[in-house]
């Protein structure tokens, strides 16, 4: 029997390619790392998450980094960072595309990486650089979390040797050194949830997954969870007797995606309502709770 969703049974066509070599390739790099900063979809701090770190990483230091924090919930977020926190694990939130949290970010790398100066220190070796690598799942802003770092100190970029694919680290900040690639997790689909968390926030493809279904489902959530805010962005009234398909009708009826009878255009609504929610567009909201 597979595990249903509000009564839909979802699946991802998706199958993993190239995984034990790309795990292979972060494993040589993480030897060269002091300390791993995984970035986290803050709306989906569980499913953008990869079990297979921990055991990648090791004894190494972890920071947490739940970005994308303008399209979360803020009090969910703060359940989250206390959840971390509890763990024993330095979290904190950003959002990269902003900025925001970036230069905090930077204090945490360079306050989890004094254990290792110290170390050297002792070794009689002065000015040992501390080596960041930023890994997580597709899409989840790696990219324009590093861009954002090395924006300023694209000049201060120096090769090493020993580094396969064309990856180099860059001086960041006094003995503060970022690789400039960072390392994709591939997203765990153990879980029906996880991958229907992963589809509704854009991390993997669309043509992998029924987007109707996907709609469906998230509609039913977003009634139980943000009714209001679900109301207030299209201005339709959400009730308690609403199905997905009257949620859907509304909707396509108040944004005019009609067809030519006047009937509701129904993979238009699909595609505006999905594209909204990935998007933030509905608001701040968040699909897990600690
Ligand atoms: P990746 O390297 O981890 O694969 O992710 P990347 O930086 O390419 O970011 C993926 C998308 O997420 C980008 O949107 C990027 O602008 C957006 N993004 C990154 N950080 C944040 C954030 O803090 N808040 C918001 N709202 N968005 C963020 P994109 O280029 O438009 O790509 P797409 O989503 O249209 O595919």
């Excluded at 969870?225 to 009234?237: F, T, V």
């Amino acid at each position: 029997m597979p595990e249903l969703l509000e009564g839909y049974a979802f699946t991802i066509q998706w199958f993993p390619g190239h995984m034990t070599k790309a795990k292979r390739q972060m494993e040589s790099e993480l030897r060269m790392v002091d300390v791993v900063v995984e970035l986290l979809d803050a709306r989906i701090p569980r499913a953008s998450a990869n079990p297979l770190l921990k055991g990648l990483i090791g004894s190494k230091v972890k920071i947490v980094a739940l970005n994308k924090t303008d399209m979360a919930d803020p009090l969910a977020t703060k359940a989250w960072l206390t959840y971390f926190k509890e763990a024993g694990l330095k979290a904190l939130e950003v959002d990269c595309q902003k900025g925001r949290g970036v230069k905090a970010l930077l204090t945490a790398m360079r306050e989890a990486g004094q254990p290792v100066i110290d170390k050297w220190l002792k070794k009689g070796v002065r000015n040992h650089p501390i080596r960041i690598m930023i890994v997580g799942i597709p899409n989840v802003g790696k990219s324009t979390l590093i861009n954002r770092i090395l924006g300023k100190n694209k000049a201060a970029a120096q090769n090493r040797p020993g580094v396969t694919r064309n990856t180099q680290w860059v001086e960041i900040g006094k003995n503060l050194e970022l690789l400039d690639t960072p390392g994709v997790l591939w997203p765990k689909f153990e879980k029906v949830e996880t991958g229907f968390h992963l589809a509704v926030t854009g991390a993997i493809k669309e043509d992998v997954f029924d987007r109707e279904m996907a709609a469906s489902i998230l509609l039913l959530r977003l009634k139980k969870r943000y009714p209001q805010e679900l109301g207030a962005s299209y201005g339709i009234a959400v009730e308690e007797m609403d199905t997905a398909e009257s949620l859907l009708d509304k909707i396509g009826r108040a944004r005019g995606a009609l067809k030519s009878g006047g009937e509701v255009n129904r993979s238009k609504v699909v595609d505006l309502f999905l594209r909204d929610f990935k998007f933030g567009k509905l608001g701040p909201m968040t699909l897990e709770e600690p």
